[in-house]
């Protein structure tokens, strides 16, 4: 089939971009703003299908969800090894975007994995319990080092529990760190009803799950745990372990286990959380 190929250098604001047809002859080149608009009628040019690449960068899933429906094909380009491939003395942005379309015309561009749309919105909505998780231990350390710049120790194992709220209201401090500690409180009490909120959807996602039903034969995974693995009707052995390592994190509920599954992002990680291994991540 013929195809005509497009280079796109994103930007914040605008997009370069570069179109080629099978040999390589140049058809165009130019900027367009970043909105759907300019990027469908950016894809109407062509005459013939079109494959369309760019960076994997901040700004991609605008792109991917303008142009998925107007283009054959869009392919994330890992930026680093596209560096490595087809690194130049010379950097324009009408260059970045003719060596984009050339490795897409030749089959050589270094793909980054591009999640389909569904379950990009799963992702998305998993990283948000993460983030708000990560604020609220963020929070709470902030209350324990106050406590200790001052000597106090929480009689109560739990700080943050009936009891500990109890010691915290009845503590004799100064007007600033009471101040302090009991604006900390209130954003601790803001989150608490975010995290909730946001399980309670990802609980209604996940009701019915195959992928669930495929968990709980799994030795040393509880099936309670199992009953919070996000529903994804395309859901494929195929996509990264980051996306899984999103999903782990969220059965283990532990902001340690999603913080080193999403960093390092290693199998062997993912093994001694996934089977409840003693050893803790390193």
């Not at 107007?70 to 009408?94: C, F, N, Q, Y």
Request: hydrophobic residues 45%; charged residues 25%; aromatic residues 6%.
């Amino acid at each position: 089939m013929i195809m005509e190929y497009f280079g796109l250098d994103v930007h914040k604001r605008y997009t370069v971009f570069t179109r080629l047809d099978e040999r390589g002859t140049l058809l165009g080149q130019g900027r367009v703003t970043n909105d759907a608009e300019s990027l469908a009628s950016l894809l109407a040019q062509s005459v013939e299908p079109a494959k369309v690449v760019l960076e994997a960068g901040g700004i991609w899933p605008v792109f991917t969800d303008a142009l998925e429906d107007h283009a054959a094909e869009v392919v994330l380009a890992h930026p680093l090894k596209t560096r490595a491939i087809a690194s130049a003395r010379i950097k324009t942005d009408r260059i970045d975007s003719a060596t984009l379309a050339h490795l897409l015309r030749t089959d050589l561009v270094p793909r980054a994995y591009l999640a389909p749309r569904s379950l990009r919105e799963v992702r998305e909505v998993l990283r948000y319990r993460v983030q708000l998780v990560r604020l609220r231990t963020a929070v709470k350390n902030r209350v324990h080092a106050l406590l200790a710049m001052r000597g106090l120790m929480s009689p109560a194992s739990d700080l943050f529990g009936h009891a500990g709220r109890r010691w915290l209201a009845s503590l004799a401090l100064p007007p600033v760190p009471r101040r302090a500690v009991d604006g900390f409180l209130s954003i601790l009490d803001a989150l608490n009803v975010q995290i909730r909120l946001i399980e309670r959807e990802i609980r209604q996602r996940v009701r019915q799950s195959p992928e669930a039903r495929r968990l709980w034969s799994i030795p040393g995974v509880a099936s309670a745990r199992c009953s919070s693995w996000p529903r994804s009707a395309t859901y494929t052995a195929s996509q990264t372990l980051a996306t899984s390592s999103l999903m782990l994190a969220w059965l283990l509920r532990s902001t340690r286990a999603a913080a080193a599954l999403t960093t390092v992002g290693s199998l062997n990680r993912a093994r001694h959380c996934f089977v409840g291994s003693s050893s803790r991540p390193r």
